[in-house]
């Protein structure tokens, strides 16, 4: 999987070159990002001075703001399409790497289930999901060292927590807080789900097998066996929402609570007007982004699912390569 791509010379310009252009990418993004952050900060300060004291901006100095956000998104912009565009070439090639390899041992490779199914979806599923949740990854690493020093600083005056009392710099130790508690405990909730997910694809690959069959051979087909393997598949796939629900109950009431928690950390300083509005906005967004970096795996997690659940098909692909090879 990872060999055919990364250490084969035919891809190495693709596999390391490719990755190092979506590294950049990615940190031209937060750069930008960052100084959204920043005009946001800006703006609602001019906002709270000319409400405060009407007459006291000048129109165009408010026009000349909103003209420096639309270039900023139209940078961002930009930047995501190429980012896009060239993400869906590299991952086309670690399909196209892997593809060939598989092809290039098939007569050893045919007899295991769903061999097709493997080389022809799993290989494209496979890379898909890597470069998804790769980059994810990426960009959630990146935020974190760009932002956790701007909140820090913003956090400066900020240090009473609700029932707490004094903590210093309290909104960054309440985001790693409840992030690292979100993502262990979402994890123990969802413990079930790879293997549920792996019995699913198992299930769904024989279903499939035997309708292919069942197109060439009129010997193959009978009604009873059909209709046994979609029970099958019937009975994995209520077994998975069932888990799912559970799961999704945890997950999106967690995610809620992050919604309002800035406001509830921010709760005293805003009663005491110790910041501004532009100042509370920029640690609202810088801690969203915070969080929300912290959080990769728990907003990742059905994604992470499915990958363990490809990630084990093609595995026994490559184990049986090696079998042969022992012989």
Not at 69 to 96: M, N, P, Y
Not at 146 to 154: D, T
Not at 274 to 283: A, C, D, E, F, N
Request: charged content about 15%.
């Amino acid at each position: 999987m990872f060999t055919s791509f990364f250490f084969s010379k035919k891809w190495i310009v693709w596999s390391w070159g490719g990755s190092f252009l979506i590294l950049l990418g990615s940190w031209i993004q937060v750069e930008i990002d960052v100084r959204m952050n920043e005009w946001f900060g800006q703006f609602y300060n001019t906002i709270q001075q000319a409400l405060s004291s009407p007459n006291s901006i000048e129109i165009n100095d408010y026009y000349r703001l909103l003209l420096d956000i639309f270039i900023l998104a139209g940078e961002f912009i930009f930047i995501a399409v190429i980012l896009s565009f060239f993400a869906k070439h590299w991952v086309f090639r670690w399909r196209q790497a892997m593809t060939i390899y598989f092809l290039s041992h098939w007569q050893e490779l045919h007899h295991i289930e769903g061999a097709s199914q493997r080389v022809q979806e799993d290989t494209k599923r496979f890379a898909n999901i890597m470069e998804s949740l790769g980059s994810s990854l990426i960009e959630s690493i990146l935020v974190l060292l760009a932002f956790i020093p701007i909140l820090w600083h913003l956090s400066d005056s900020i240090n009473i927590l609700p029932l707490i009392g004094k903590v210093d710099h309290a909104p960054v130790f309440v985001t790693i807080f409840f992030a690292l508690f979100g993502t262990i405990a979402l994890g123990f909730v969802g413990i079930k789900l790879p293997g549920l997910e792996f019995n699913n694809q198992r299930v769904e690959a024989a279903f499939r097998k035997e309708l292919v069959l069942a197109e060439d051979s009129p010997d193959r087909g009978e009604v009873g066996l059909m209709r046994g393997l979609f029970n099958q598949v019937r009975m994995n796939y209520f077994r998975l929402f069932f888990h799912y629900l559970y799961f999704d109950v945890a997950k999106f009431s967690y995610l809620q609570a992050g919604v309002i928690l800035p406001y509830v950390i921010l709760a005293p300083t805003i009663v005491a007007g110790i910041i501004s509005l532009g100042v509370m906005q920029q640690i609202i967004r810088a801690f969203y982004r915070v969080l929300d970096s912290f959080q990769f795996l728990v907003k990742s997690w059905p994604t992470i699912v499915e990958l363990i659940s490809v990630f084990k098909r093609l595995r026994a692909f490559e184990k049986a390569l090696k079998i042969q090879g022992q012989r």
